[in-house]
């Protein structure tokens, strides 16, 4: 399944900014590795976008990479079933997407952190 993101916040600027949007693919669908940015759902924090830094046999380590982003020990491992799904493309032209939301109407956003 594919979702569009907005991004909220700056915890991984500079490689993503308030306001950008990405495209994300199921976790499903993907193996994931150190180094993918991934989306999940933090019981504490809600939903995030982190980048992996190490994987581990029962999950994964991750963190923002803006040096004010919370940090992976605040986060603690993050199990494969909080993980929504990996970012496989930052989108850049807003002008398309919101094209896109004027045609799709049905089609949801959600703003991940």
């Given at each position: ?34 180094g ?16 992996i830094v ?7 380590h991750?963190e ?12 603690g ?37």
């Amino acid at each position: 399944m594919l979702k569009i993101l907005k991004i909220k916040g700056i915890s991984m600027s500079p490689s993503l900014s308030e306001g950008d949007f990405v495209l994300t693919l199921s976790r499903k669908l993907v193996k994931l590795k150190p180094g993918d940015i991934i989306t999940f759902y933090h019981p504490k924090y809600g939903f995030m976008i982190k980048k992996i830094v190490q994987k581990l046999e029962t999950g994964y380590h991750v963190e923002g990479t803006h040096i004010m982003s919370t940090d992976r020990k605040s986060i603690g491992l993050v199990k494969p079933d909080m993980i929504e799904g990996k970012v496989i493309l930052k989108i850049t032209d807003k002008k398309t997407i919101y094209e896109f939301f004027a045609i799709h109407q049905g089609f949801q956003l959600n703003k991940v952190y």
